[in-house]
């Protein structure tokens, strides 16, 4: 079984990084630098938020992104993905899903701007595209459980998960050590992100691993 990833999500702010419930009442969660050096430094660097464009893109490379994410200038222009991906490979374009139930048919639609416009596209439909379209993964946040502690959505990521054969990262409801259990055995992700456990001290990154290990489940360790 391949090793499962567990990353620490830095949303950031006017300086500061913050978090919130359901991508709204955004608080301070720390200074980004010290948080960066608290989780360690030398681990890939992901960046996202205002690459709209194949320059934003090599902007955020040339300052030392390992990774960059694009969310809703990909649904704007899905060719995007693959301008970026011809130039630096798959491997280094993550392609950003916010999703929310549609309670009417018990899809998932996509949501852009920050979760605050509807983007018209079916979740599993744009993941299927992204991934034809050269994305090397996907980060899937559920707005729904984005902050509330609930637990990740594992139906959502999994519907997800089995619709691609790219790396899916599930985002939103982390609230204990058992919710990254059940997302990636039920919600089949292949990495698990989480904000506020990590902050505010409430586990380690190696704490969380350990557990993870003792319940079977193959995790990366650094200097192993």
Known sequence: MLSKRIIACLDVRNG???????????RSAGDPAALARRYNVFIPLSVGGGIRTEADAAAAVDAGADKVSVNTAALADPALITRIADRYGSQAVIVAIDAKRETADGRFAVYAR??????????????????????????????????????????????????VSIPVIASGGAGGLEDFVDVFTAGRADAALAASIFHYAETSVRALKEHLRGRGISVRFLRE
């Open 16 to 26: 500061q990084v913050v978090k919130g419930v359901n991508f709204e009442g955004l």
């Open 114 to 163: 920050s979760g605050q416009r509807a983007a018209g596209r079916d979740a599993v439909e744009w993941a299927r595209e992204a991934e034809s379209r050269g994305a090397g993964e996907i980060l899937l946040t559920s707005i729904d459980r984005d902050g509330t502690k609930a637990g990740f959505d594992c139906e959502l990521t999994a519907e997800v998960s089995s619709a």
